[in-house]
């Protein structure tokens, strides 16, 4: 089966640099990206990663190890406006109408 | 950037009448899209795939009969929920990628309510 894990609720301050982790357990590998979303809204791209190591997009940053079935998304200089929910999710095969593997998302607080 | 626009975004209907949700891919062809349905506080689940031209892929337990799923041309896919009930009363939003572009573009998403 497909098995997508990540804390259910974070909660930082402004400022402050978050992780927020997803591991991954699916029958296939091609791609893990992530997501923000806020409520009611749809989910806007953040990241990809397809080969181990760390990638850096301005304050967000996301790594993946393939062989720990790991990743992390961090995110810097927290401000208010990343309260939202960070949805991980996985591409188990590389074939054109692939569909995404979704986390059940973390839910990110900021507080001032 | 790829846009796929949908609509409504919210809509509610009475229990037993069918709602159609569309969504577009406006400067892109979309061979294929995907139906997600998400409920409160719950993440993204994968309904069914759409392939232009071909019958739907549906997710195991989504009823085929009740989600209609009709993908007539390369930009425009469509949802029907028939005969909807309260307990489908959720946020259905689409997605679809776009050749030789990593990322997948979403719709804005549909609030269904159902009473």
């Known amino acids: 089966g497909q098995n997508i894990d990540q804390p259910t609720e974070m909660t930082a301050t402004e400022g402050a640099i978050v992780q927020i982790n997803c591991t991954y357990q699916?029958?296939?590998?091609?791609?893990l990206f992530w997501y923000q979303q806020h409520a009611g809204e749809a989910p806007t791209f953040l990241s990809y990663n397809v080969l181990d190591g760390l990638e850096e997009k301005g304050r967000f940053s996301s790594f993946l190890s393939r062989s720990k079935g790991y990743s992390y998304l961090l995110l810097k200089e927290l401000q208010m406006k990343d309260s939202a929910s960070y949805l991980c999710?996985?591409?188990?095969?590389?074939?054109?109408?692939?569909?995404?593997?979704f986390g059940k998302g973390t839910t990110l607080s900021v507080s001032s | 950037g790829a846009v796929v626009s949908q609509h409504p975004s919210r809509v509610i209907c009475k229990s037993g009448t069918s709602v159609k949700i569309e969504c577009r891919s406006l400067?892109?062809?979309?061979?294929?899209m995907f139906w997600y349905r998400q409920f409160p506080k719950q993440s993204l689940m994968l309904m069914a795939t759409s392939n232009e031209g071909s019958k739907a892929t549906y997710e195991q337990g989504v009823e085929k009969d009740k989600f209609l799923i009709n993908h007539a041309s390369l930009t425009l896919s469509t949802l029907t929920v028939t005969s909807a009930h309260p307990e489908d009363s959720s946020f259905y939003i689409c997605?679809?990628?776009?050749?030789?572009?990593?990322?997948?573009?979403f719709g804005s998403g549909t609030r269904l309510t159902v009473v």
């Open positions: 997605s679809a990628s776009e050749q030789g572009v990593v990322d997948y573009t």
């Open positions: 999710a996985v591409r188990p095969e590389n074939q054109a109408g692939t569909a995404l593997i």
């Open positions: 400067d892109f062809q979309a061979t294929t």
């Open positions: 699916t029958s296939g590998f091609n791609g």
